[in-house]
């Protein structure tokens, strides 16, 4: 072995030494701490979602202690006016929220998606219907809107979630329906057009592959919106039906025993750390399609 080549092994396992564990250890630009942190909570939330009724510590609508008893070990976030364990029935909320949140994005989603891909690609009249209608339902409040149609469909977080669905899908709408036109005249969809492609193959195979990128991070974002939202409705009785644990029921009766404060700090920490997780995660999926952050 000469020397250069002892020299050259050398330098090889000095790069292996000092970048390799790097190289192993380094992470997508997107994948950063809040995301990674939201990512985790969010993991949380749902799996508890799925399994808390195996674990809780106390059943959820069972009295279990004295009423109104603040934190302890027994009970970490206190019991509420009924002597029911605050914990539990924080942990068993998000069996609403959660699938609620989930179910109100996806419905949104096909309802505004479709809509805003037919008037995109069509244009004309097409477009102009359907968009004074979209406008039309854009012009309410979200909440007030959402109100009158949970206080129409009558109380219950089923009526809620159709509610929620239907104030939410005018943005997807909009958004789809402004990136349809900017696609549809992009090179490689006017040359499949001039080969023949039909509609349906124009619309599905060449246009929303790429139209649906910004869909898909605003509906990440927008999935705390819609736990917030079920929280405002339950919170003035038109959501959950007590005694079910829901979220927004539980910080309304906090609300109305002040100096009680663990009965809505429980609450409140789930939605926030949710809504947060949402925001951090969205971030991350952004910059993860965006091609301006690959190297």
């Known amino acids: 072995m000469t020397a250069s080549d002892s020299m050259a092994d050398a330098q090889s396992l000095d790069v292996i030494a000092t970048g390799g564990v790097q190289a192993i250890l380094r992470r997508p630009k997107w994948a950063t701490l809040p995301v990674l942190l939201g990512g985790s909570v969010l993991l949380f939330w749902i799996i508890t979602a799925l399994t808390v009724q195996w674990w809780a510590p106390h059943d959820p609508i069972a009295i279990v202690d004295t009423r109104l008893l603040g934190p302890s070990l027994d009970h970490p976030?206190?019991?509420?006016?009924?002597?029911?364990?605050?914990l539990s029935r924080t942990l068993h909320g998000a069996t609403a929220s959660m699938p609620v949140?989930?179910?109100?994005?996806?419905?949104?989603?096909?309802?505004?998606?479709t809509i805003g891909a037919v008037a995109g690609f069509f244009g004309g009249w097409t477009d102009a219907v359907l968009m004074r209608f979209t406008d039309m339902m854009m012009a309410f409040p979200p909440i007030l809107l959402a109100m009158v149609i949970a206080a129409t469909l009558g109380v219950g977080i089923r009526n809620a979630a159709i509610a929620m669905t239907l104030v939410w899908w005018p943005g997807y709408a909009r958004l789809l329906r402004g990136q349809f036109l900017a696609v549809k005249n992009y090179d490689h969809v006017i040359a499949a057009e001039s080969l023949g492609a039909g509609r349906t193959r124009l619309m599905l195979r060449h246009i929303l592959p790429i139209a649906f990128t910004p869909l898909l991070v605003l509906s990440t974002m927008d999935f705390g919106g819609v736990v917030l939202l079920a929280a405002s409705l339950s919170f003035i009785g038109l959501g959950a039906v007590p005694p079910y644990p829901e979220w927004g029921s539980m910080i309304s009766e906090g609300s109305r025993r002040f100096y009680d404060w663990w009965i809505a700090m429980g609450p409140g920490i789930a939605i926030l750390t949710v809504v947060l997780a949402a925001n951090f995660i969205g971030d991350g999926v952004r910059d993860l399609l965006d091609p301006r952050t690959k190297s």
Not at 77 to 86: F, P
Not at 101 to 113: F, P
Request: glycine content about 22%.
């Open 77 to 86: 976030l206190g019991t509420d006016a009924l002597g029911r364990d605050v």
């Open 101 to 113: 949140a989930a179910g109100v994005i996806v419905s949104a989603l096909l309802i505004g998606g």
